[in-house]
């Protein structure tokens, strides 16, 4: 079992996005900042926490729905492609791009790998 497909990371990075989903809710003067930079519009940025706590679900069900794990590791590639061609395209080289392109290749790796099953 590798430690980027564990269940224990799942949990782990399904915490980390409840974090930053709290953090987008509030928003939190640096989100708000990031956002600007990005010329991320008004109206999508109350799309944002909900969509980081529904992704934070879609890892949680690693330990009944691996299929839907997998889903979701995918469908936050797709939403860290989008945050880095954001970044990109605003010429925002920020330390925000390095997170985004980190994630990017983190979840691409957990979707092309999906979650270890351990026996019960």
């Known amino acids: 079992m590798s430690t980027v497909t564990s269940?224990?990371?799942?949990?782990?990075?399904?915490?980390?996005?409840v974090g930053d989903a709290v953090a987008c809710a509030i928003p939190l003067g640096v989100i708000e900042k990031a956002f600007d930079d990005v010329r991320l519009a008004p109206e999508l940025r109350p799309l944002i926490p909900v969509v980081k706590v529904a992704s934070a679900l879609g890892l949680l069900s690693v330990f009944r729905y691996p299929k839907l794990a997998r889903l979701t590791t995918f469908m936050l590639t797709v939403y860290f492609?989008?945050?880095?061609t954001f970044h990109l395209r605003a010429r925002d080289y920020s330390p925000g791009l390095v997170a985004a392109s980190s994630f990017l290749a983190l979840y691409a790796t957990m979707t092309?790998?999906?979650?270890?099953?351990s026996p019960r």
Do not use: D, E
Request: glycine share 10%.
């Open 7 to 17: 269940a224990r990371a799942y949990g782990l990075l399904a915490a980390v996005q």
């Open 112 to 117: 092309a790998k999906g979650p270890s099953l």
């Open 81 to 84: 492609v989008l945050a880095v």
